[in-house]
């Protein structure tokens, strides 16, 4: 049974998280002022903190540009993903085609792309747009691709039986059982695609955390380039959170064939 | 049986393909991977008729179930159910309840019941309403609107019987229906199915491994032997007019039944 709302517990389970970040923390802060290390070299949380607090507007109106280049791009990479997951499960013909090709787009580097990309589409939201796309589509499409395909064979032939066509096997079977598969691929997706935005906008942008990441490091303000790691790490786990929250809604209206959560060394 | 449906039958024995069967399947042959499944299967089962068929695992009983919904293609003979000869005009048009329950968890009793219905593009109204009506005599009328992980396995089986008959074609198979259940419950729903059964025009094939469950449910039971599975025998079951299951079952005529087809088993099990 889920136990719903229950607040001890979830704070229970954040307890060893919350715990070794903190103390990873002050070590770091006693460490930098014991060891006596440049500001500009590692500044300490503290001034990292202060650098947030002092300059919040301006860091979250760059946090706003990269938000909204990783929104569009996701929604570009579900949609996309979810075609080619179709095309592929649905004709072997696609498959042979298409999933080849998948797998070589991400054998050349996306990184030695982003250059090409400024030149053929400019510096606009496009190109960033385009990079985090190609970051999130891959693992969207490989998981969605499996989940899709290892429907019970047993549930499949009871359609059949009933007189279900292939259109309907795969609208109220397969997709609803390949939504566990789905999140697993959207929760990785979620977490590179912040990767995604930053180098699109560290080789061509005017605004966004990754441009002033660059532009900051480039002027040794240290503790500036922290505080937009700091925010990118918040957007990347809000961003995982948010897929973690969709995925607990559907599955409660599509629960999965085997929902027990299995604990190895817990049985 | 349309004359059209007659003529398409080309080659099929009209001694086997008896024409008030509703479930014809003669000489029918099966391989997987080169190893031969059946060989020369032949049935024919008329309406209202319940037919049993026992054997060891292995035989090809539940092949022989695949064959006649549709969901395998034969290799050799013929399959007919009512007017549908070809496999692609079967499947979807014979009544099949496997062994698993093979509920959808996301979907509640009452719109796993109605999925048949549901996919022949029938309104979701009166498809409700179709459910609601046989909900009464199949005890789930209580539980319409619960999920299947809160329901027990002999209701779960129940609904999936439910889905199986309610798109109201005329042959019906099941594959063990109650080979997952607990012995008392298993009793229990012998006897409701049997009461479920009875007003029913259809033709019915039960495969099963228990030979108690053949006696007490249908009105022959055929014995088959594995390695192809083949029918070997059949033992035509009539009890006069004793009714209750218990007055059945603890009967004489019960354990010559049974020891008719255990030695047709057993004949099986001794040959090398």
């Given at each position: 049974m889920i136990i719903r709302g229950s607040f001890k517990a979830a704070l229970l389970n954040w307890i060893p998280a919350v715990a070794t970040t903190i103390a990873l923390i002050i070590a770091w802060e006693v460490l930098v002022e014991v060891l006596d290390v440049k500001r500009w070299l590692l500044p300490p949380p503290s001034v990292i903190g202060a650098e947030i607090y002092g300059s919040f507007g301006f860091l979250l109106r760059h946090t706003q540009t990269t938000l909204v280049e990783i929104l569009i791009g996701f929604a570009v990479s579900v949609g996309l993903a979810g075609l080619l997951a179709s095309g592929i499960v649905w004709s072997r013909t696609v498959e042979r085609t298409i999933y080849p090709l998948i797998i070589t787009s991400q054998t050349v580097p996306i990184i030695t792309l982003a250059p090409l990309l400024i030149i053929w589409v400019g510096t606009d939201i496009m190109s960033k747009v385009i990079v985090i796309v190609l970051f999130t589509f891959f693992p969207i499409v490989i998981n969605l691709v499996s989940g899709l395909r290892y429907v019970d064979q047993e549930m499949v032939d009871m359609f059949r039986t009933l007189g279900a066509s292939p259109w309907q096997i795969f609208r109220k079977l397969m997709i609803p059982s390949a939504l566990p598969s789905f999140f697993a691929g959207l929760k990785v997706a979620a977490v590179v695609s912040v990767i995604g935005a930053v180098i699109g906008e560290w080789f061509g942008s005017s605004a966004g955390l990754g441009w002033l990441m660059k532009v900051a490091g480039g002027q040794f303000q240290t503790a500036k380039v922290f505080a937009a790691i700091v925010l990118l790490s918040i957007l990347a786990m809000a961003l995982f959170a948010a897929v973690v929250a969709m995925e607990k809604w559907s599955l409660r209206k599509y629960p999965p064939t085997a929902n027990r959560v299995i604990r190895l060394g817990e049985s | 049986m349309s004359s059209a449906s007659q003529q398409t039958n080309t080659g099929i024995d009209e001694s086997v393909d008896s024409?008030?069967?509703?479930l014809s399947v003669s000489s029918v042959g099966f391989d997987y991977e080169n190893a031969a499944i059946l060989e020369n299967v032949n049935l024919s089962v008329t309406k209202g008729e319940f037919v049993a068929l026992v054997g060891p695992s292995g035989c090809g009983k539940s092949t022989l179930l695949n064959l006649i919904s549709g969901v395998l293609s034969v290799r050799t003979g013929h399959i007919r159910s009512g007017e549908h000869v070809s496999r692609t005009d079967r499947i979807g048009n014979v009544s099949y309840m496997q062994q698993k329950d093979l509920l959808l968890p996301w979907r509640s009793v009452a719109t796993n019941s109605q999925l048949g219905l549901e996919l022949r593009g029938g309104s979701r109204s009166e498809s409700n309403a179709q459910v609601r009506k046989l909900a009464e005599s199949f005890g789930l009328a209580d539980v319409l609107?619960?999920?299947?992980?809160?329901?027990?396995g002999g209701m779960r089986q129940r609904v999936a019987l439910l889905r199986a008959v309610l798109p109201d074609n005329p042959v019906l198979l099941l594959d063990e229906?109650?080979?997952?259940?607990d012995a008392i419950t298993r009793s229990t729903l012998q006897q409701w199915l049997l009461n479920v059964l009875d007003t029913s025009n259809k033709a019915v094939v039960l495969v099963t491994h228990d030979v108690e469950e053949a006696i007490l449910l249908a009105d022959r039971v055929l014995v088959m032997t594995a390695n192809p599975g083949q029918i070997i025998g059949e033992v035509k079951i009539d009890f006069g007019d004793s009714s209750s299951d218990a007055e059945v079952t603890t009967s004489p005529e019960f354990m010559i039944f049974k020891r008719r087809i255990l030695d047709l088993l057993r004949v099986q099990e001794i040959a090398p």
């Open positions: - | 024409k008030n069967a509703l609107n619960s999920m299947p992980w809160q329901l027990s229906p109650f080979g997952a259940l």
